[in-house]
Protein backbone atom coordinates (compact mmCIF):
# COMPACT_ATOMS: atom_id res chain seq x y z
CA UNK A 1 0.00 0.00 0.00
CA UNK A 2 0.94 3.44 -0.83
CA UNK A 3 1.77 5.19 2.74
CA UNK A 4 -0.27 8.14 3.64
CA UNK A 5 1.80 11.97 2.78
CA UNK A 6 2.81 12.32 6.60
CA UNK A 7 4.27 8.45 6.86
CA UNK A 8 6.61 9.44 3.76
CA UNK A 9 7.34 12.16 5.90
CA UNK A 10 8.08 10.21 8.79
CA UNK A 11 10.78 8.31 6.42
CA UNK A 12 12.22 11.41 4.33
CA UNK A 13 12.80 12.97 8.17
CA UNK A 14 14.30 9.78 9.26
CA UNK A 15 16.57 8.98 7.04
CA UNK A 16 17.85 13.25 6.61
CA UNK A 17 17.99 13.45 9.70
CA UNK A 18 20.14 10.30 10.18
CA UNK A 19 22.55 11.38 7.23
CA UNK A 20 22.94 14.64 8.39
CA UNK A 21 24.33 13.85 12.21
CA UNK A 22 27.26 11.87 10.24
CA UNK A 23 30.47 13.82 9.51
CA UNK A 24 31.99 13.12 5.92
CA UNK A 25 35.89 11.83 8.04
CA UNK A 26 33.16 9.34 9.98
CA UNK A 27 32.75 7.70 6.50
CA UNK A 28 35.35 7.74 4.67
CA UNK A 29 34.88 10.98 2.63
CA UNK A 30 37.63 13.76 1.98
CA UNK A 31 37.09 16.91 3.28
CA UNK A 32 37.30 20.27 1.28
CA UNK A 33 35.13 22.75 2.82
CA UNK A 34 32.25 22.65 -0.21
CA UNK A 35 29.57 20.74 2.26
CA UNK A 36 26.76 23.42 2.32
CA UNK A 37 24.49 20.87 4.26
CA UNK A 38 25.64 18.61 7.47
CA UNK A 39 26.73 14.93 6.28
CA UNK A 40 27.80 13.81 3.18
CA UNK A 41 25.43 13.72 -0.02
CA UNK A 42 22.91 11.29 -0.82
CA UNK A 43 25.16 10.29 -4.00
CA UNK A 44 27.63 9.70 -1.77
CA UNK A 45 25.96 7.61 0.89
CA UNK A 46 23.96 5.33 -2.01
CA UNK A 47 27.89 4.55 -3.34
CA UNK A 48 29.33 4.06 0.16
CA UNK A 49 26.00 1.59 0.37
CA UNK A 50 27.10 -0.27 -3.17
CA UNK A 51 23.90 1.12 -4.73
CA UNK A 52 22.78 3.77 -7.53
CA UNK A 53 21.73 7.30 -6.76
CA UNK A 54 18.25 6.74 -7.55
CA UNK A 55 18.26 3.46 -5.41
CA UNK A 56 18.96 5.90 -1.75
CA UNK A 57 16.98 8.90 -3.41
CA UNK A 58 13.77 7.36 -4.02
CA UNK A 59 13.37 6.46 -0.47
CA UNK A 60 15.02 9.28 1.63
CA UNK A 61 11.99 10.86 -0.39
CA UNK A 62 9.98 8.89 1.64
CA UNK A 63 8.93 5.96 -0.85
CA UNK A 64 10.17 3.17 0.50
CA UNK A 65 7.97 0.57 -0.95
CA UNK A 66 9.78 -2.59 -2.20
CA UNK A 67 12.90 -1.77 -1.17
CA UNK A 68 14.99 -5.37 -0.14
CA UNK A 69 16.04 -6.29 3.11
CA UNK A 70 19.43 -6.11 1.68
CA UNK A 71 19.10 -2.91 0.71
CA UNK A 72 17.78 -1.93 4.17
CA UNK A 73 20.86 -3.39 5.84
CA UNK A 74 23.15 -1.26 3.63
CA UNK A 75 21.43 1.83 4.76
CA UNK A 76 21.58 0.84 8.59
CA UNK A 77 25.59 0.13 7.98
CA UNK A 78 26.23 3.53 5.98
CA UNK A 79 24.42 6.13 7.98
CA UNK A 80 25.51 3.91 11.16
CA UNK A 81 21.84 3.31 12.73
CA UNK A 82 21.77 1.66 15.94
CA UNK A 83 20.12 -1.35 16.90
CA UNK A 84 16.47 0.36 17.40
CA UNK A 85 17.11 2.72 14.54
CA UNK A 86 17.22 -0.27 12.43
CA UNK A 87 14.16 -1.78 13.84
CA UNK A 88 12.32 1.56 13.19
CA UNK A 89 13.89 1.94 9.42
CA UNK A 90 12.66 -1.94 9.12
CA UNK A 91 8.84 -1.28 10.64
CA UNK A 92 8.81 1.62 8.26
CA UNK A 93 9.25 -0.32 5.19
CA UNK A 94 7.56 -2.77 6.43
CA UNK A 95 4.19 -1.30 6.71
CA UNK A 96 4.48 -0.23 2.95
CA UNK A 97 3.41 -3.74 2.05
CA UNK A 98 0.23 -4.47 0.00
CA UNK A 99 -2.98 -4.70 2.92
CA UNK A 100 -5.80 -2.44 4.10
CA UNK A 101 -5.15 1.14 4.62
CA UNK A 102 -7.92 1.78 6.95
CA UNK A 103 -6.91 3.70 10.48
CA UNK A 104 -8.75 2.59 12.62
CA UNK A 105 -9.54 2.58 16.51
CA UNK A 106 -7.77 -0.09 18.21
CA UNK A 107 -10.40 -1.60 20.69
CA UNK A 108 -8.97 -2.12 23.81
CA UNK A 109 -7.99 -5.63 25.13
CA UNK A 110 -8.84 -6.96 28.54
CA UNK A 111 -5.75 -7.33 30.50
CA UNK A 112 -5.74 -11.32 30.95
CA UNK A 113 -6.45 -12.45 34.64
CA UNK A 114 -2.87 -14.15 35.05
CA UNK A 115 -1.21 -10.69 34.26
CA UNK A 116 -3.39 -8.96 36.91
CA UNK A 117 -2.35 -12.26 39.72
CA UNK A 118 1.23 -11.75 38.73
CA UNK A 119 0.90 -7.99 39.15
CA UNK A 120 -0.65 -8.59 42.69
CA UNK A 121 2.03 -11.17 43.79
CA UNK A 122 4.84 -7.82 43.71
CA UNK A 123 4.46 -6.40 46.29
CA UNK A 124 8.00 -5.05 47.33
CA UNK A 125 7.98 -3.89 43.39
CA UNK A 126 6.17 -1.22 41.44
CA UNK A 127 4.93 -2.95 38.29
CA UNK A 128 2.41 -1.61 35.57
CA UNK A 129 1.65 -2.57 32.06
CA UNK A 130 1.36 0.09 29.47
CA UNK A 131 0.38 0.16 25.69
CA UNK A 132 2.33 1.86 22.67
CA UNK A 133 0.60 4.68 23.22
CA UNK A 134 1.96 5.19 27.11
CA UNK A 135 -1.56 4.70 28.52
CA UNK A 136 -1.51 2.87 31.74
CA UNK A 137 -3.69 -0.24 31.51
CA UNK A 138 -2.83 -1.89 34.52
CA UNK A 139 -0.98 -1.77 37.49
CA UNK A 140 -0.41 -2.65 40.98
CA UNK A 141 -1.14 -1.09 44.21
CA UNK A 142 2.93 0.23 44.71
CA UNK A 143 2.91 1.63 41.49
CA UNK A 144 -0.12 3.07 41.82
CA UNK A 145 1.45 4.82 44.89
CA UNK A 146 4.54 5.82 43.25
CA UNK A 147 2.73 7.62 40.58
CA UNK A 148 0.36 8.89 42.44
CA UNK A 149 0.59 12.43 40.58
CA UNK A 150 0.31 10.96 37.12
CA UNK A 151 -2.89 9.26 38.08
CA UNK A 152 -4.17 12.32 39.85
CA UNK A 153 -3.33 14.27 37.27
CA UNK A 154 -5.91 16.36 34.93
CA UNK A 155 -4.52 14.49 31.35
CA UNK A 156 -6.32 11.32 33.08
CA UNK A 157 -8.51 10.58 30.09
CA UNK A 158 -12.53 10.24 30.26
CA UNK A 159 -11.81 6.50 30.86
CA UNK A 160 -9.73 7.36 34.06
CA UNK A 161 -6.63 6.09 32.02
CA UNK A 162 -3.21 7.61 32.92
CA UNK A 163 -1.04 8.36 30.16
CA UNK A 164 2.92 9.31 30.31
CA UNK A 165 3.06 11.22 27.45
CA UNK A 166 -0.19 13.57 28.42
CA UNK A 167 1.23 14.07 31.93
CA UNK A 168 4.68 15.02 30.92
CA UNK A 169 4.20 17.68 28.01
CA UNK A 170 0.56 18.37 29.39
CA UNK A 171 0.65 18.68 33.38
CA UNK A 172 3.11 21.53 34.80
CA UNK A 173 3.53 19.31 37.69
CA UNK A 174 5.69 16.46 35.93
CA UNK A 175 8.29 18.79 36.10
CA UNK A 176 8.68 18.25 40.35
CA UNK A 177 7.93 14.80 39.49
CA UNK A 178 10.97 14.09 36.77
CA UNK A 179 14.20 14.87 38.49
CA UNK A 180 15.52 15.02 35.17
CA UNK A 181 12.53 16.32 33.26
CA UNK A 182 14.17 16.43 29.46
CA UNK A 183 15.33 12.84 30.13
CA UNK A 184 11.87 11.84 31.00
CA UNK A 185 10.43 14.01 27.98
CA UNK A 186 13.40 12.64 25.00
CA UNK A 187 12.62 9.03 26.09
CA UNK A 188 9.08 9.36 26.08
CA UNK A 189 8.57 11.08 22.91
CA UNK A 190 11.12 8.26 21.94
CA UNK A 191 8.72 5.65 22.91
CA UNK A 192 6.27 7.24 20.68
CA UNK A 193 8.38 7.85 17.58
CA UNK A 194 9.11 4.09 17.56
CA UNK A 195 5.37 2.78 18.48
CA UNK A 196 4.52 4.85 15.66
CA UNK A 197 6.85 3.16 13.24
CA UNK A 198 5.61 0.12 14.61
CA UNK A 199 1.99 0.13 14.16
CA UNK A 200 1.23 3.49 11.62
CA UNK A 201 -2.43 2.68 11.60
CA UNK A 202 -2.96 2.88 15.28
CA UNK A 203 -5.87 5.91 15.07
CA UNK A 204 -5.34 6.82 18.44
CA UNK A 205 -1.57 7.35 18.65
CA UNK A 206 -1.80 9.27 15.57
CA UNK A 207 -4.72 11.55 17.12
CA UNK A 208 -2.29 11.72 20.53
CA UNK A 209 0.60 12.66 18.69
CA UNK A 210 -1.93 15.26 16.67
CA UNK A 211 -2.76 16.66 20.01
CA UNK A 212 0.61 17.28 21.82
CA UNK A 213 2.05 18.65 18.69
CA UNK A 214 -0.72 21.01 18.57
CA UNK A 215 -0.02 22.03 22.42
CA UNK A 216 3.08 21.58 23.43
CA UNK A 217 6.37 23.54 21.93
CA UNK A 218 8.50 20.37 23.89
CA UNK A 219 7.25 17.89 22.53
CA UNK A 220 6.72 19.22 18.88
CA UNK A 221 10.21 20.22 18.75
CA UNK A 222 11.49 16.78 20.17
CA UNK A 223 9.25 15.42 17.64
CA UNK A 224 11.12 16.24 14.52
CA UNK A 225 14.19 15.03 15.28
CA UNK A 226 13.02 11.66 14.55
CA UNK A 227 14.70 10.15 17.89
CA UNK A 228 13.19 6.32 18.96
CA UNK A 229 13.65 4.09 21.54
CA UNK A 230 12.78 0.57 22.09
CA UNK A 231 11.96 0.03 25.81
CA UNK A 232 15.56 -0.39 27.70
CA UNK A 233 16.03 -0.64 31.21
CA UNK A 234 17.86 1.99 33.34
CA UNK A 235 18.04 4.30 36.59
CA UNK A 236 15.41 7.14 37.30
CA UNK A 237 14.70 9.76 40.08
CA UNK A 238 11.65 10.63 41.16
CA UNK A 239 10.60 13.45 43.68
CA UNK A 240 8.02 11.68 45.75
CA UNK A 241 5.70 13.43 49.15
CA UNK A 242 6.36 10.30 51.03
CA UNK A 243 9.78 8.76 50.16
CA UNK A 244 11.94 11.72 48.54
CA UNK A 245 14.04 11.64 47.04
CA UNK A 246 13.48 7.90 45.37
CA UNK A 247 15.90 6.58 42.59
CA UNK A 248 14.54 3.55 41.28
CA UNK A 249 16.18 0.66 38.95
CA UNK A 250 13.33 -0.24 35.94
CA UNK A 251 13.14 -3.00 33.38
CA UNK A 252 10.55 -3.16 31.06
CA UNK A 253 9.53 -6.58 29.21
CA UNK A 254 7.18 -6.89 26.19
CA UNK A 255 3.65 -8.73 27.06
CA UNK A 256 2.94 -10.70 23.80
CA UNK A 257 -1.20 -9.87 24.48
CA UNK A 258 -1.84 -9.24 21.06
CA UNK A 259 -1.19 -9.29 17.77
CA UNK A 260 -2.46 -5.93 17.33
CA UNK A 261 -0.49 -3.61 19.81
CA UNK A 262 2.28 -3.93 21.84
CA UNK A 263 2.07 -3.80 25.79
CA UNK A 264 4.65 -3.50 27.72
CA UNK A 265 5.49 -4.76 31.67
CA UNK A 266 7.62 -2.66 33.13
CA UNK A 267 8.78 -2.95 37.11
CA UNK A 268 10.51 -0.31 39.12
CA UNK A 269 12.88 -1.91 42.45
CA UNK A 270 15.26 -0.35 44.50
CA UNK A 271 19.36 -1.33 43.75
CA UNK A 272 21.47 -2.36 46.83
CA UNK A 273 22.50 0.21 48.98
CA UNK A 274 20.60 2.82 47.46
CA UNK A 275 18.04 5.34 49.07
CA UNK A 276 15.60 3.87 47.11
CA UNK A 277 15.78 0.80 49.35
CA UNK A 278 14.55 1.72 52.37
CA UNK A 279 12.20 4.18 51.06
CA UNK A 280 10.38 1.99 48.68
CA UNK A 281 9.39 -0.45 51.17
CA UNK A 282 8.44 2.06 53.22
CA UNK A 283 6.08 3.31 50.14
CA UNK A 284 4.41 -0.21 49.61
CA UNK A 285 3.76 -0.46 53.44
CA UNK A 286 2.16 3.33 53.32
CA UNK A 287 0.40 1.99 50.15
CA UNK A 288 -0.89 -1.17 51.71
CA UNK A 289 -3.14 0.85 54.84
CA UNK A 290 -6.99 2.33 54.18
CA UNK A 291 -5.00 5.39 55.02
CA UNK A 292 -3.68 5.18 51.17
CA UNK A 293 -7.22 4.10 49.75
CA UNK A 294 -5.60 1.38 48.05
CA UNK A 295 -6.51 -2.40 47.84
CA UNK A 296 -3.85 -5.13 46.76
CA UNK A 297 -4.24 -5.65 43.43
CA UNK A 298 -5.88 -2.94 42.38
CA UNK A 299 -5.39 -1.91 38.61
CA UNK A 300 -6.37 0.23 36.26
CA UNK A 301 -8.13 -1.45 32.58
CA UNK A 302 -8.22 -0.31 29.54
Known amino acids: ?50 GRTDWYTRPEKGHIGGVSGDVLDAVTHTLRLDEDERTYLFDLARDTRPGPAARRRRKAIDIPPQVQWLLASMTLSAAYVSNGRLDIVATNTLARTLFTSIFTSHTVDEQDRPDFARYYFLDDASRDFAEDWNSAANTTTALLRA ?46 PDADPLQLTYQPMELPMSAHEVHSLTVYTAGPGTPGEERLPLLAGWAATPAGDHSPGKAVRS
Do not use: C
Open 1 to 50: MERRPDDRADIRGFLIRRRARLSPEQVGLPTSGRYRVPGPRREEVAVLAG
Open 195 to 240: GAGRYPNDKALRELVGELSTVSTEFRTRWAAHRMRIHHGGVKRFHH
